[in-house]
């Protein structure tokens, strides 16, 4: 019998980019979110959390942030440990794309594997992961994979490219 993994991802983007979607979409159960928590009238501090069972051997651990705040503790608590980031991206809004940069920084604090994923590509006139590789100005490295973070085929296509590699470096 083989030990499960567990693996701790960030799923970080700009407002409205779809990482509570993504997250409810991958969840095996209830996503908790900090929205409101602490008397904040703003969505900047606030968080998402849910656990996915991949298989028997994986369960993964997703925390939805929409940009780094290294002063908060909910924060702190997100990278601390933190296997793998996901930047997700609003693919029908090129005005927004600047956000998922800003969620980029991230990697300063905690320099993990990521991946960008390019959301709504289901929607008419929906950017391809090529215009916002050159958008973002993302090296030809940088996976960025088409997404519809609704279903849940889709996340979890997303979810493997990142983990897959990040177990065999645990191997």
Known sequence: MSAIRYLKFAVAGGHGAGKTTFIQAASDSLVVTSAGAYGRTDSS???DYATVTINSA???SLFGTEKPCPEDFLWQILIEGMHGLIVLVDSTQPARFADARAALQI???APVPYLV????????GAQSPETIRT???LDTTVKILP???RTKDAVKAVVLELATPILETLK
Do not use: W
């Open 45 to 47: 501090g606030d968080m």
């Open 58 to 60: 994986l369960v993964l």
């Open 107 to 109: 990697l300063t604090f």
């Open 117 to 124: 994923a390019a959301n709504k590509q289901d929607i008419p």
């Open 135 to 137: 958008a973002l100005a």
């Open 147 to 149: 997404c519809v973070a």
